[in-house]
């Protein structure tokens, strides 16, 4: 597939002045650091061809595991560089960690957001890196996600099997278990018996993986992905007979494909970076919501409105857009897979891609994961960066509890998607 890459001159250049402009507008930003973030994540998810909702679904339609195990990877590398940005950079309090309820709203959004991915093929950051290759998928998912987070604000705020947690640890009395509580002896303040119990979940899961592929290999039903089989293709770049400034080398230093691990290194790192600048985890749903009601204010409902229906203060739905980090951050995600896109030369075919892939019988799929998977994200408190990566790499337990009842409700979604297809 690397004659699928650079096919266009102009591409690259467009890319290059886009980097250009962003850079320079970030600075003119009261939130430019949410933006270079968003285009970091962004870059990263498109460049690694990964996501969250594929490991679900890779596994169920094709057998592969691959992106399984390099989540593995990413849960613990992010714990690590969690444990070195405690421990060099202050205290624990000072930072809005996600260590999330562990209660039924966390089982429930977990099995919808599930669901609602396997409808989608795609989840929350996995729409926004969709929308850069012209997915008409995606944006039949966003234009119903909006609403679901949205009504579901009132939820999340109001309701008490949804805010109180039903197991705590020593510092987050009724709010979740933090992982470093459970070792009071640690000569790390609990750090090193987390990242312990750390490195063991995340063995599990690969130990899984494995077992579950093995068992789709047996019953002849792998089938593999094409793009993870591009990514582990070797290339031997050419640094010798004055060929080190080619075509090649920009293909091998900019476009080429980063493998699943490799992107989950640098998710990694982003999600250390987010928390490190802005004193949060990584989220990304709650902008959702919020766009759904500044879309409702052009109709006349007031931000007091908005905001007392979802429990919310009224200046969430009255501060400027160009204001509000969430928001800037998620457009960075589309931004930064654009870029890459145009970097390499492949924004068209993609474009043409994702358009050629669509059916329009499709779609009411595509609402109902949308919405579906909105909605969850206000039961289990985020979608799979905020109530799944974040809270594991901050070390909270709720994340490990949430991947089970995610993988439960995207195996439904895929099979009860399969049985829609087949109709």
């Known amino acids: 597939m690397k004659q699928e890459f650079m096919k266009s001159k102009v591409e690259p250049v467009i890319g290059w002045l886009l980097l250009a402009v962003l850079l320079f507008a970030s600075t003119q930003m009261k939130v430019g650091s949410r933006l270079l973030v968003g285009l970091g994540f962004g870059y990263v ?13 890779r596994a169920f339609r094709g057998g592969s595991t691959k992106l399984m195990r390099s989540m593995a990877l990413m849960f613990f590398v992010s714990a690590v560089l969690f444990v070195a940005l405690m421990y060099f950079n202050g205290d624990p309090e000072s930072y809005k960690l996600s260590v999330k309820a562990i209660n039924l709203g966390l089982v429930l959004g977990a099995l919808l957001f599930g669901f609602g991915m396997a409808l989608c093929s795609c989840c929350a ?12 998928r995606a944006i039949v998912t966003l234009i119903f996600f909006f609403p679901g987070v949205y009504l579901g604000f009132r939820f999340q705020h109001t309701q008490s099997w949804i805010k109180d947690s039903l197991f705590s640890s020593s510092s987050y009395q009724g709010k979740g278990v933090f992982l470093p509580d459970l070792f009071p002896g640690d000569p790390l303040n609990g750090y090193i018996g987390g990242l312990v119990l750390t490195g063991i979940f995340s063995l599990a899961l690969v130990g899984y993986a494995f077992w579950y592929e093995k068992m789709k290999r047996a019953k002849n039903e792998f089938s593999g992905i094409g793009m993870e089989t591009v990514q582990e293709t070797p290339f031997e770049l050419d640094t010798k007979n004055g060929k080190f400034f080619s075509k090649d080398t920009y293909y091998y230093i900019f476009a080429r494909p980063w493998t699943l691990n490799q992107g989950a290194i640098g998710l990694a790192v982003m999600a250390t970076v987010v928390l490190g600048v802005t004193k949060k985890s990584w ?23 908005l905001a007392e229906f979802a429990q919310m203060p009224p200046d969430d739905y009255a501060k400027p857009f160009l204001e509000y980090g ?28 994702g358009i050629a892939d669509f059916k329009v019988k499709d779609i009411w799929l595509f609402a ?15 979608c799979n960066a905020g109530a799944l990566f974040a809270p594991i790499s901050n070390m909270s337990l709720s994340g490990w509890i949430y991947l089970v009842f995610l993988f439960v409700g995207g195996f439904i979604g895929n099979r009860f998607f399969v049985k829609c297809k087949v109709k």
Do not use: C, H
């Open 283 to 305: 989220g990304v749903t709650t902008a959702f919501g919020i766009w759904f009601g500044n879309f409702l204010q052009l109709f006349g409902v007031s931000s007091e409105t």
């Open 45 to 57: 998810l498109m460049r690694a061809y990964t996501g969250f909702a594929g490991s679900v679904n």
């Open 326 to 353: 969430g928001g800037i951050q998620n457009i960075g995600i589309f931004i930064g897979a654009v870029m890459y896109l145009l970097m390499a030369g492949r924004f068209v075919f993609e474009f043409k891609d």
């Open 368 to 382: 109902l994961g949308g919405f579906i998977m909105g909605f969850g994200t206000r039961l289990g408190n985020g």
């Open 125 to 136: 950051s996995g729409a926004l890196t969709d929308l850069a290759n012209g997915t008409p």
